[in-house]
């Protein structure tokens, strides 16, 4: 009689206690803390677009880092601004195209707390 052997194992066993999860600044912000934020940041930018100045609706807008949480951005309101969906979908074709920052957005700054006078109620 012959003697049936068993199949080696193709994968290999993946140690995951040693990948750290994504945590504190380097998670993207969402759930209803990302609502507030992005009213928050609508409104102190006044209702523009930040790199075409285009007035937009805060739910047709996109709540955007300036600097990418992959290129070491963080989520503070000074590095998050308003797009709209045009500028946010180059910006981000850009930035992976490149795999690095994009140089136009960096460009424009980000509108500051004390700007005020310019907001838009639509």
């Known amino acids: 009689m012959v003697k049936l052997t068993t199949l080696k194992p193709r ?3 993946i140690d995951t206690r040693r990948i750290k999860p994504v945590s504190g ?5 969402s759930g209803s803390a990302r609502v507030g ?3 928050r940041i609508w409104v102190r930018d006044g209702g523009h677009c930040c790199m075409c100045a285009r007035i937009v609706d805060l739910h047709e807008s996109e709540l955007d880092h300036r600097t990418a949480l992959q290129f070491g951005g963080d989520n503070s309101e000074r590095n998050l601004w308003t797009l709209c969906t ?4 180059g910006k981000s074709a850009r930035e992976a195209a ?3 920052p994009d140089t136009e957005a ?6 500051s707390a004390s700007r005020g006078d310019d ?3 639509l």
Not at 86 to 89: G, I, M, R, T, V
Not at 106 to 111: A, C, D
């Open 106 to 111: 960096l460009k424009h700054e980000v509108p």
């Open 86 to 89: 045009e500028c946010h979908a």
């Open 119 to 121: 907001i838009v109620v």
């Open 11 to 13: 994968l290999k066993v």
């Open 25 to 29: 600044e380097h998670r993207r912000v």
């Open 37 to 39: 934020l992005k009213h």
């Open 98 to 100: 490149s795999g690095q």
